[in-house]
């Protein structure tokens, strides 16, 4: 290919892309009123209380790849319910390995109920492979009963996702300097991460912060029945 042509594909692509970000209806930006947590054994919750207070729902790392589970988990998960707090649990998918062992593992240690956020699965790693990913989400689907979320970067989501990927509702991480929706002709954002250093009471250390893109109606909808 010409050296020039090359150049411009380079610097056309992410203009592209970031164009898809733009959502000027009056539902673009997230007014933050359901807010929400990612966390893992990484970080150190104290006090769940005062965690509640400030978020409606809370993700937390369950397993990864075919045997890897998170040690926090289990005590995250029933100190969030006693808190009031919506639950979600995620799994984050390792390359080389199958979808079917990967759903395996986390089909052991998380039991999903009513009011639960859906089966959660995290793809960031660029080496995976899309078909056991969307093999992992089918037995989700199957298993759970209901659409699982899938959490990426945008901008890997938009380059390497979005073309392989089934039709899921999307947990995005966006630079919050892009305070707008993401828009996409197949698929829905109803999760943004906004920021990755924030600070919670109740919590050491820096935490994931998100937002619900949607109203509370939306929110309740995306629950599990």
Not at 150 to 178: A, T
Request: hydrophobic residues 40%; charged residues 25%; glycine residues 6%.
């Amino acid at each position: 290919m010409n050296k020039a042509l090359v150049i411009i594909s380079i610097l056309v692509i992410p203009v592209v892309i970031v164009r898809n970000l733009i959502d000027l209806s009056p539902s673009a930006s997230s007014d933050f009123k359901i807010t929400g947590i990612d966390i893992s054994h990484h970080n150190s919750v104290y006090n769940w209380n005062k965690v509640g207070k400030q978020n409606a729902f809370c993700i937390m790392k369950a397993t990864e790849g075919s045997s890897f589970s998170d040690r926090k988990f289990k005590n995250y998960w029933i100190n969030a319910k006693q808190n009031g707090i919506i639950r979600g649990a995620y799994h984050f998918f390792s390359p080389g390995v199958s979808g079917e062992k990967q759903f395996e593992n986390f089909k052991r240690h998380v039991k999903l109920g009513k009011n639960d956020l859906p089966p959660i699965l995290d793809v960031e790693l660029k080496n995976c492979n899309i078909d056991e990913v969307n093999k992992w989400l089918k037995l989700a689907e199957n298993y759970y009963g209901v659409k699982p979320i899938v959490y990426s970067d945008y901008f890997f989501f938009k380059l390497l996702m979005e073309r392989k990927l089934d039709n899921y509702p999307l947990w995005l991480h966006i630079n919050k300097r892009f305070k707008v929706k993401p828009s996409f002709n197949n698929f829905d954002c109803v999760i943004w991460q906004y920021n990755q250093y924030g600070k919670i009471n109740g919590i050491n250390g820096n935490v994931d912060l998100n937002t619900f893109l949607g109203d509370s109606e939306d929110f309740k909808n995306l629950l599990i029945k």
